[in-house]
C-alpha cells in the first residue's frame, strides 16, 4: 500500500536549471497539492489540482507549473531554479467530493531541493 | 478567505504533564479541522479532525481535540505528555473544494 511517493527524495540543483519532482498516488483521490516547508513558515501551497485537468494556484505558484494527466500522478516543475526555492517540498493528496470531502490529507514523504 | 492561527512558536512540557496546543482558526462556513504531527525529516502525519457532532475528537497517540464555536478555536490536548510526543504539531482548515491551509506550526518539547 504505497500511499503517496515522491521522487526524488533529495536533489541539488545549480541556478537556472530545471527540474521536476514527481508525485503518485494510488488512493484515487481527486484532490492533490503541492507544499513547501520553510524554517518558521510552515506549510504554503504552490498548486493544486481538484480533478485530473484542472489545476489551480496556492499563496506561493511563482517560479513553479504543474499539470494534472491522470489521477494518479501530479508533478511539480522548476522551470529556472533560484535559491529561494531552496525548501523541502511536500506531496499531499485527499478525497474532496461525493460524500467523501472531509477527508484528511495524506502526505508523502518530503523531497528536499537545495538551489546553489 | 479561511485561516488558521497557531499563537505559540513553541511548548514545553515535562513527561507525564497535560500537554495543550492551541488553534485557532477563522472560516466562512462549517469548519473542517485537523491536527496533524511530524517528526524529523518525515512527511506530516494525521492525528484527527472535526467535521460534525460532539465537539470532543478523540485521534491518534492518546490525543483529543476540543472544539469551540464561540471561541473559534482548535485546541489539542493530550492528559498525560510522553518524551516520544516530542514533534512540530500542525492545525489546518479545510474548504469545500478540499484546500487546506495550515498553521505556521507549534514545536513541543517534551523533557524527562
Known amino acids: 500500500n504505497a500511499g503517496v511517493t515522491q521522487t526524488p527524495k533529495f536533489q541539488v540543483l545549480k541556478t537556472g536549471q530545471s527540474m521536476t519532482l514527481q508525485c503518485a498516488q494510488d488512493?484515487?483521490?481527486?484532490?492533490m497539492s503541492w507544499y513547501r516547508q520553510d524554517p518558521g513558515m510552515g506549510l504554503r501551497l504552490i498548486h493544486y489540482?481538484?480533478?485530473?485537468?484542472?489545476?489551480d494556484q496556492g499563496e506561493v505558484p511563482n517560479g513553479y507549473n504543474v499539470s494534472r494527466s491522470t489521477t494518479e500522478d501530479f508533478p511539480l516543475r522548476l522551470l529556472s531554479a533560484a535559491p529561494s526555492q531552496t525548501s523541502v517540498y511536500f506531496c499531499a493528496s485527499s478525497y474532496s467530493s461525493g460524500g467523501r470531502g472531509t477527508g484528511e490529507l495524506f502526505f508523502g514523504e518530503g523531497s528536499r531541493l537545495t538551489v546553489l | 478567505a479561511q485561516s488558521v492561527a497557531q499563537p505559540e512558536d513553541q511548548v514545553n512540557v515535562a513527561e507525564g504533564n497535560p500537554l495543550t496546543v492551541k488553534c485557532t482558526y477563522s472560516?466562512?462556513?462549517?469548519?473542517?479541522l485537523f491536527w496533524y504531527v511530524q517528526y524529523p525529516n518525515r512527511g506530516l502525519q494525521f492525528l484527527l479532525k472535526?467535521?460534525?457532532?460532539?465537539?470532543l475528537v478523540k485521534g491518534s497517540y492518546g490525543f483529543e481535540a476540543e472544539f469551540n464555536k464561540s471561541q473559534t478555536s482548535f485546541h489539542l490536548k493530550k492528559p498525560s505528555a510522553l518524551v516520544s510526543d516530542s514533534a512540530l504539531y500542525f492545525c489546518?482548515?479545510?474548504?469545500?473544494?478540499?484546500?487546506?491551509?495550515f498553521g505556521a506550526g507549534t514545536q513541543v518539547v517534551v523533557t524527562p
Open positions: 472560516v466562512s462556513g462549517n469548519p473542517y
Open positions: 488512493m484515487n483521490h481527486e484532490y
Open positions: 489546518a482548515v479545510r474548504d469545500s473544494r478540499g484546500k487546506f491551509q
Open positions: 472535526y467535521i460534525t457532532g460532539d465537539n
Open positions: 489540482s481538484v480533478g485530473a485537468g484542472i489545476t
